[in-house]
Nanobody, 128 residues
């Protein structure tokens, strides 16, 4: 288990932008870990948005529905994960969660079942 705290959510109009942050416990940044963003809309399953590897494996993956609009990134100096969200749509409205998993990069990095550590979430609401 690692410490994860999301921030940066809010309400924007369609076409707007938000940047989410996830502050993490420091120990993982010296090991093989990967971090991900998930989202969950009311009444829907939690779904993977994007994932990225810490360390040398260089893993990076996006869900098809955010490709070209969202960018996941890391700031090792701040132990922080980001999700830059541009061209937001009403269907992007959801609670957004940060998740972490120790180990080498996996092609299942957008699978909810791969992760044991989760933050409390931050709400994103996009109005039309």
């Amino acid at each position: 288990q690692v410490s994860l705290v999301e921030s940066g959510g809010g309400s924007v109009q369609s076409g707007g932008s938000l940047r989410l942050s996830c502050e993490t416990g420091g120990n993982m940044w010296k090991k093989n870990y990967y971090l991900a963003w998930f989202r969950q809309a009311p009444g829907a399953e939690r779904e993977g948005v994007a994932a990225i590897a810490i360390g040398s494996s260089g893993g990076l993956i996006y869900a098809d529905f955010v490709k070209g609009r969202f960018t996941i990134s890391l700031d090792n100096s701040k132990n922080t994960l980001y999700l830059q969200m541009n061209s937001l749509k009403p269907e992007d409205t959801a609670m957004y969660y940060c998740a972490a998993k120790g180990g080498l990069w996996s092609p299942t990095a957008l699978s909810r079942s791969a992760y044991a550590s989760w933050g409390p979430g931050t709400q994103v609401t996009v109005s039309s």
